[in-house]
């Protein structure tokens, strides 16, 4: 009897595999240039359809042919070298040139003559420091809404601030003129911006980060890593100096020690009760198992022809070569959401990106100095969706109770109205000096109702307890869609940082 059941499943053409991230998202491999190692740190739209990148070695190509259905389409220019870490670059339409930041300036490029090649390049601005050391990666942006580029910049050796503005964002103006913006950064890995123009930036796990931590850039905040906070003396826009988290573990050599070694330290939603300026992260990207190391911030502003998910946030990441996803809301005026797995499967570890007008997000990067999950030393790719749409949680809003869950597609009423379809956990990390940390002070709360929406496409859960400054790990293994199909992915991660008022 079992080998006729094994024979009958192995050959019958009604059982089909259960569905795969291929299935709705291609993803195509490019060759690249055999005269350079293409490790893409940046990318942009040009209006002629062109894609114009940046490189960490310094690089800057124009690209033509990628959205071709037909991958040797593509092809190559070399627009400009001799740069340093190209990893933001921006088209300018009020101008017509090309912005790159690097890891000591922002560069004005200007192709004089018209033949493809960079022919003048101009200082904007410098207006932060460099000590040399290799961890001082500065991150730039496309220009937001006002004319402004963005621009992140890494502590000294991930670690502290032995030069002006290492461990802030800043604001470029249009002049050139440098406006200190936020405090409180670690490791920046990608700058990107939501539908609605708001500004984000990626940062990674270490000293006062526990996991990698897509956070909201608001001016005048800090961010929660206190190494840079000394140049509070050349920023006056941006008011006092927030007081040292945790002080208890951070102040004096025997408090560090005794964090080090096991002492009890600070809690993230704690510590905001303290620090007016502090703003927690958005989503935390949790660690080993969203990702290691956060890098590009891409939104869906295709209108659907990415598929379903228009205006979400997705997240790639240089360790893991993979891409995730993210819904945001608003609540007592914070930003928060839940982060889903999206697409595995990426050559090299993922640095740069950006979405064309198309739906196809462009992406790349490297695995030099931390490795990559991909296999490859670099990589430059697309993502595209197939037009089949994948079975999965649409969004995940909190409610004062509890979650609304939303899906893609018609879902089984029995199954997702089982409660034995649905687990969760909470858990937090700790907001300490020491570097990342495990998930702590766990709390398995009890899924007390679930209710199938009239929309047939919804769900209600209510949770007891919610706790506000946990991450709430909720498991959704036994929902199905009317035509029996299990979810793509079944786990989502929603950082609770407010609760909704009843």
């Known amino acids: ?114 033949d493809g090649r960079a022919d003048v390049f101009d200082n904007v601005s410098d207006a932060w420091g460099v000590s040399g050391d290799y961890h001082e990666y500065a991150i730039g942006s496309r220009f937001d809404k006002v004319g402004d580029l963005w ?14 503005f290492r461990g802030w964002a800043l604001r470029i103006k249009p002049d050139g003129t440098m406006v200190p913006t936020c405090s409180g950064i670690r490791s920046p890995g990608g700058l990107g911006f939501d ?14 980060h526990g996991s990698c931590t897509l956070q909201h850039l608001v001016p005048g905040s ?45 809690r993230m939603v704690k510590e905001r009760e303290r620090i007016k300026q502090l703003l927690p992260p958005a989503v935390y990207l949790v660690h080993g198992k969203i990702g290691n190391s956060a890098s590009a911030i891409i939104c869906d502003t295709s209108a659907g022809k990415f598929g379903p ?7 790639a990441d240089q360790s893991h070569s993979n891409l995730s996803r993210v819904f945001l809301e608003t609540v007592n ?12 499967g990426f050559a090299s570890g993922l640095i740069g990106g950006r979405m064309d007008g198309e739906g196809r997000i462009f992406t790349g990067g490297s695995d030099r100095g931390w490795g990559a999950r991909g296999g490859k030393p670099f990589c430059f790719e697309k993502c595209e969706w197939t037009g089949k749409t994948p079975f999965e949680v649409h969004e995940m809003r909190a409610k004062p109770d509890g979650f609304e869950l939303t899906f893609t597609q018609p879902i089984d009423a029995k199954t997702a109205g089982d409660l034995k379809s649905y687990s969760m956990r909470e858990f937090t990390y700790a907001y300490r000096e020491a570097y990342g940390g495990d998930e702590i002070d766990e709390i398995l709360p009890t899924i007390t109702a679930v209710e199938v929406g009239a929309d047939g496409q919804s769900v209600r859960l209510k949770i007891s307890p919610l706790t506000k400054g946990h991450i709430h790990e909720l498991h959704f293994e036994g929902v199905k869609n009317t035509a029996g199909h299990p979810l793509l992915h079944t786990v989502g991660y929603y950082t609770l940082n407010e609760i909704p008022a009843k």
């Open 151 to 164: 621009v992140t910049l890494c502590l000294t050796g991930s670690f502290s601030s032995v030069t002006p």
């Open 222 to 266: 800090f961010q929660g890593h206190p190494g840079g906070n000394e140049w509070y003396a050349l920023a006056p826009n941006m008011g006092p100096r927030p007081i040292d988290p945790s002080p208890e573990n951070y102040q004096g050599d025997n408090k560090r020690r005794e964090a080090r070694e096991g002492g009890d330290p600070g």
């Open 195 to 208: 539908a609605d123009g708001e500004v984000y930036y990626a940062d990674n796990q270490g000293p006062w």
């Open 309 to 315: 998910f228009m205006n979400q946030l997705f997240i």
């Open 1 to 114: 009897m079992k080998r006729f059941s094994l024979f009958f499943a192995l050959c019958s053409p009604l059982l089909a595999a259960d569905p795969a991230e291929s299935d709705f998202y291609k993803i195509t491999t490019f060759e690249t240039p055999k005269e350079t190692a293409m490790e893409v740190g940046s990318i942009d739209l040009l209006p002629d359809g062109r894609l114009i990148m940046g490189t960490r070695r310094g690089e800057i190509w124009t690209v033509s042919g990628a959205g071709s259905s037909d991958p040797s389409a593509v092809s190559y220019k070399l627009y400009a070298s001799g740069l340093h870490e190209v990893l933001g670059i921006a088209y300018n339409p009020k101008d017509k040139n090309i912005y790159a930041t690097t890891r000591y300036e922002v560069t004005r490029l200007q192709d004089v003559d018209g």
């Open 333 to 344: 005026g914070i930003k928060q959401g839940v982060v889903f797995p999206f697409r595995l």
